[in-house]
């Protein structure tokens, strides 16, 4: 059962002021990628519910307050845009574009802990703290003057250190520019040199809503060659909630996968 509480007359007027401070920022700022054309009023009515998707989408849980089969088709559609196997893809939908980095890199460190991070000057800054948190070792490569990745530099960085496994951090659609690294002349530079062990995450936090789309295409999915990819929900998309997407091959979740009996599912998340 609920009950209704009624707000003191302060506090309703502090919210009433909040509400106009909101929509008058929103209406007149400028410079931040994000959408602020949505309309999600027909959900209001769900904030009632304590929502919570614990544990696994893919799993049966204990917890029952949950949207997981809505997540699996949001997983699914990423999945499909970005031409995963379609037998051999997961994931789950993140608190944005910087935790599903966070994951991409995570799942790549466990395969590989002696790897090396590679990614361009022009990477988003979470992509730094990540592997801070995560202490790899990492090197920055050049940027293009359009943003991209200059993959001359990284062949060369790539050539001195071949002996160790290698995690390369691409982005699709770079903060500042909305340059796209080439994820299949990565791989072929990665092949040319012969370093077998290796992992590319992909950050299309930005553009990969729409990459799938674009002509000509810039080759940054599965197919191309890609081991997981992040999108941000906020941006394109839009969102009055921080969300992202984690796509990944599903042998590489399995590697983590952990049971916790009172959840009733697996451990396969970054947070619950
Ligand atoms: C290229 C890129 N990656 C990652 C992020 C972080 O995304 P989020 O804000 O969803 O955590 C951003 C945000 O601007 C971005 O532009």
């Not at 893919?58 to 997983?75: A, L």
């Not at 000509?216 to 929900?233: L, T």
Request: glycine residues 8%; proline residues 4%.
């Amino acid at each position: 059962m609920v009950t209704k509480r009624n707000l003191a007359e302060k506090d309703r007027e502090r919210l009433e002021n909040l509400k106009e401070s909101l929509g008058k920022s929103r209406d007149t700022f400028l410079g931040y990628p994000v959408s602020k054309d949505f309309d999600y009023s027909e959900l209001t009515p769900f904030l009632q519910y304590p929502i919570n998707n614990l544990g696994d989408p893919f799993e049966e849980g204990t917890w029952k307050v949950q949207t997981h089969e809505m997540e699996k088709e949001v997983v699914a559609f990423f999945a499909k845009l970005f031409r995963a196997h379609p037998k051999d893809y997961w994931g789950y939908v993140t608190n944005g574009g910087s935790e599903s980095n966070l994951y991409g890199l995570y799942l790549a460190r466990e395969m590989y802990p002696k790897a090396m991070v590679y990614y361009s000057e022009s990477t988003h800054y979470s992509v730094r703290k990540n592997i801070h948190l995560l202490n790899i070792p990492s090197i920055v490569i050049r940027s293009q003057e359009n943003g991209e990745i200059d993959y001359e530099d990284f062949e060369n960085t790539l050539r001195m250190n071949r002996h160790k496994p290698a995690i390369v951090l691409t982005t699709f659609g770079t903060t500042m520019k909305e340059a796209k690294d080439d994820v299949s002349r990565i791989k072929g530079i990665l092949r040319n040199l012969a370093v077998q062990d290796h992992y590319i995450h992909c950050d299309a936090a930005l553009s990969g809503s729409y990459g799938a789309f674009m002509e000509p295409r810039v080759p940054f999915d599965f197919k191309d060659g890609a081991d997981s990819i992040s999108i941000s929900g906020h941006k394109f998309v839009g969102s009055p909630i921080p969300c992202g997407v984690i796509i990944t091959k599903r042998g590489h979740r399995d590697r983590i996968a952990k049971g916790i009996s009172y959840i009733g599912s697996l451990d396969t998340t970054i947070w619950t």
